[in-house]
């Protein structure tokens, strides 16, 4: 059984930071590409940031680029995404998703999902 589990959400004021990790079992977890998305109140969910397989390539949403940072650890089975400089804006639940692609850079190229957690950004 696959399981992706977020954790690192909270509470934190403009232009702090956070840090988010997604641990996975129940997969060989180095042979999928790894991605976070994000879904704010009323808003489908929105592509983040994005890691290939072997850590060799990175991709970031414009509205994070600069900001955030996903980088993985194979040997922990787990993705990271460093949030720094947040903005009330960057308030969502927090996903990440696993897809045996190339890249995962939408819903449709994501084949397990976490169940997310909470980042909100106060003013």
């Known amino acids: 059984q696959v399981q992706l589990v977020e954790s690192g959400g909270g509470l934190v004021q403009a232009g702090g930071s956070l840090r988010l990790s997604c641990g996975a079992s129940?997969?060989?977890?180095?042979?999928?590409?790894m991605g976070w998305f994000r879904q704010a109140p009323g808003k489908e969910r929105e592509f983040v940031a994005a890691?290939?397989?072997?850590?060799?390539?990175?991709y970031d949403a414009d509205s994070v680029k600069g900001r955030f940072t996903i980088s993985r650890d194979n040997a922990k089975n787990t993705v990271y995404l460093q949030m720094n400089s947040l903005r009330p804006e960057d308030t969502a639940v927090y996903y990440c998703?696993?897809?045996?692609?190339?890249?995962?850079?939408?819903?449709?190229?994501?084949?397990?999902w976490g169940q997310g957690t909470q980042v909100t950004v106060s003013s």
């Open positions: 998703a696993a897809g045996n692609r190339g890249w995962v850079l939408s819903t449709a190229e994501c084949d397990y």
């Open positions: 129940g997969l060989t977890f180095s042979i999928y590409s």
């Open positions: 890691i290939t397989r072997s850590s060799s390539g990175t």
